[in-house]
């Protein structure tokens, strides 16, 4: 069948069976490798991307389910050699380790922070319930998101990615 | 992992989807879609392997529309998880509903989710859900859990299967006196829920009584002045787990007397299970801790453990206690 999902602004027309889920489309069709497969059974929350601006688990929801909605995935949250400011807040809070969650908790913050631009500890665990970080590195996971919020409310844009 | 293949279609009406269910040669070749959380998950586990899909998000005669008619609480079927956890009708007319949903999976599932299909899923049972093992309700002769793994089973099971409900919506749900309506080739009906969630028996190895052409189109929650109502969930983590046990309860007070109990228990049955034991215990009595363990007592008084989920029956009488003290308090 043919879908047209729209990713990060642009039209994706591609040629899929039904079967497939929205992660792979993402992954293999496309190429955007920047969303992750862990579990594949919507328990780890690795592969989280936006429908809509919400948050969802793209290996528990088909491509062809996607189609006409607004996809957008870590790939579309800054112009290419930038940081959106949930991701500088990450960057500068050492809120990844492994880095395997990160973009799904990166995403799963943007979704928090535009349904509640000041959560306070409680807010945020629950908004990240469903994203696991295996190297259990929650604590500073949740003060990046304290801080992404902090960057937001204080209208940061995208920065230039400085490597030191 | 990977999925069979199938055919995924975007029926224009309600009316071609009850038409297409009706014209399937059996009740997995076709299945509608909504969310996707429970029905991706029996199809990645080769539980259910349907033909084709009908999704049910494109077309118009299901809605997500949350209002007050007719003096009840009416949550159209594609009402999401996320919807039911934050709207503000729920959470005014009925917070306990709210709390099950935000207590149900994680914010990436409660945004596909919907209630429709969140009374539809099928048990967690991780028998029934591993397709190498034969079980019962998926057609085999016996239930491997009776005498197997069974820490996580029923306590009250009037059935072959073992299994029990994983919805805390329907717990609530139950708990207000729902009715589930739904439409099919015969028309529309309107099902209390407690004869919509019915134990799985030899003629129909479902936990509900939706027939094989039916669709559900919304639940309605009678709005009763003065009830209130709770709801408490335990949980082996805080987060992101099914109910080890539940409980939901209300009434309303008139004269400082307890009147419209309902005790409704999760996790500890194959449908949400009602306790008209412990209702009955309660009616007419000024709320108080002795009768609420006297009806704890009674709730779980024809409980029949297995041999690993004994603890069920400690836990389910505590939350029956905390849930009518919270309905007290509220």
Known sequence: ?164 | MTMRTFAYAQPESLADVIAALGAAPSRDAVRPLAGGTDLLTLMKGDIVAPDRLLDLKRLTGLDDTVEIRDNELVLGALTTLTAIETGSLVGEHCPALAKAASLAATPQLRNRATLGGNLLQRPRCWYFREHLIPCWLKGGDACPAREGENGLHALFADSPCVAVHPSDLATVLLAMDATVTVRGDAGERAIAAGDFFVQPDEGRRRENTLGGDEVVLSVAIPLIPGRTSAYHKAMDRKAWAFALVSAACSFRLDGGVMRDVRVVLGGVAPIPWRSTAAEAALDGERPGADVFARAAAAALAGAEPLRHNGYKVHLARNLVIEALEEVTRA
């Open chain 1, 1 to 164: 069948m043919t879908v047209d999902v729209p990713v990060n602004g642009t039209s994706r027309r591609e040629e899929i069976e039904p079967r497939m889920l929205l992660v792979h489309f993402l992954r293999e069709q496309i190429g955007l490798t920047g969303t992750h497969i862990g579990c594949q059974t919507g328990q780890c929350g690795a592969c989280t991307v936006l429908i809509d601006g919400e948050a969802v688990k793209s290996c528990m929801v088909l491509a062809a389910q996607a189609e006409g909605h607004e996809v957008t995935t870590i790939e579309g949250l800054a112009p290419a050699g930038t940081l959106h400011p949930v991701q500088q807040a990450f960057w500068e809070e050492h809120g990844a380790q492994c880095g395997y969650c990160t973009p799904a908790m990166v995403l799963s913050t943007v979704a928090l922070l535009a349904d509640d631009p000041d959560p306070d500890e409680h807010a945020i665990r629950h908004a990240l319930d469903g994203n696991i970080c295996r190297c259990t590195g929650y604590h500073n996971i949740v003060l990046s998101v304290r801080a992404a919020a902090q960057k937001v409310a204080a209208g940061a844009v995208p920065e230039p990615f400085l490597q030191r």
